[in-house]
């Protein structure tokens, strides 16, 4: 299984970008989706995850200025960031977790990584 995410640049403090992230390969059933970030010198953290069921968790530092969605037939999750802050810079990184067959227990598994700069 991999994890393709894109959507990620430079903008403006105040701009909005938009990340997605698919899985590909085999894939039985997608529990928990969501987005960490980690910034230069910083521990990985949670931005925002949804569940199946498009219950959500957000970071305290982006409540209402991000929103997470996902698009269950396409198996895709999407994070749009409005207003963005300089302090949102970091490398963004998709995480699912999945089962790969039904018999087998789900495993987190995590995207490349794209590039969020925001310039004051």
């Known amino acids: 299984v991999q994890l393709q995410a894109s959507g990620g640049g430079l903008v403006q403090a105040g701009g909005s970008l938009r990340l997605s992230c698919a899985p590909s390969?085999?894939?039985?059933?997608?529990?928990?989706m969501g987005w960490y970030r980690q910034a230069p010198g910083k521990r990985r953290e949670l931005v925002a995850d949804?569940?199946?069921?498009?219950?959500?968790n957000y970071a305290d530092s982006v409540k209402g200025r991000f929103t997470i969605s996902r698009d269950n037939a396409k198996n895709t999750v999407y994070l749009q960031m409005n207003s963005l802050k300089p302090e949102d810079t970091g490398v963004y990184y998709c995480?699912?977790?999945?089962?790969?067959?039904?018999?087998?227990?789900?495993?987190?598994?995590w995207g490349q990584g794209t590039l969020v700069t925001v310039s004051s």
């Open positions: 995480n699912a977790r999945l089962a790969q067959r039904s018999w087998l227990p789900p495993n987190d598994y």
């Open positions: 390969g085999s894939i039985f059933s997608i529990n928990t």
């Open positions: 949804i569940t199946s069921g498009h219950s959500t």
